[in-house]
């Protein structure tokens, strides 16, 4: 049985850094594309970075380009999020999903994950 457990959030300033990671159990890791999406109260869920298994390439979201930084560690079968120079529109309920079927043109979208954890607040304030 596949599941995430998502860790590190919490609450910062503005211009902090929290580092979230997300732990896989039940699943061959290396086999496993990961995902970050997040869901401010009022919004819907959005996509935040991602990390293919099958070509290592990590899109981010406009929103946190150059701020934000996903890495996928196999060998413990977790993947971070690190998120420098926060923002309080940054707060969110932070959820990792994972998928090992996910495709190159789909890795942006919540259709394209199968496994779910149940979310990390992260809280920002000015």
């Known amino acids: 049985q596949v599941q995430l457990a998502e860790s590190g959030g919490g609450s910062v300033q503005a211009g902090g850094s929290l580092r979230l990671s997300c732990a896989a159990s039940?699943?061959?890791?290396?086999?496993?594309?990961m995902a970050w999406f997040r869901q401010a109260p009022g919004k819907e869920r959005e996509f935040v970075a991602a990390?293919?298994?099958?070509?290592?390439?990590?899109p981010v979201a406009d929103s946190v380009k150059g701020r934000f930084t996903i890495s996928k560690d196999n060998a413990k079968k977790i993947v971070i999020l690190q998120m420098n120079d926060l923002k309080p529109e940054d707060t969110a309920l932070y959820y990792c999903?994972?998928?090992?079927?996910?495709?190159?043109?789909?890795?942006?979208?919540?259709?394209?994950?199968?496994?779910w954890g149940p979310g990390t607040q992260v809280t920002v304030s000015s």
């Open positions: 990390i293919s298994q099958r070509t290592g390439s990590a």
């Open positions: 999903a994972a998928s090992q079927t996910v495709i190159m043109s789909q890795l942006r979208c919540q259709s394209g994950y199968n496994y």
């Open positions: 039940g699943v061959t890791f290396t086999r496993y594309s």
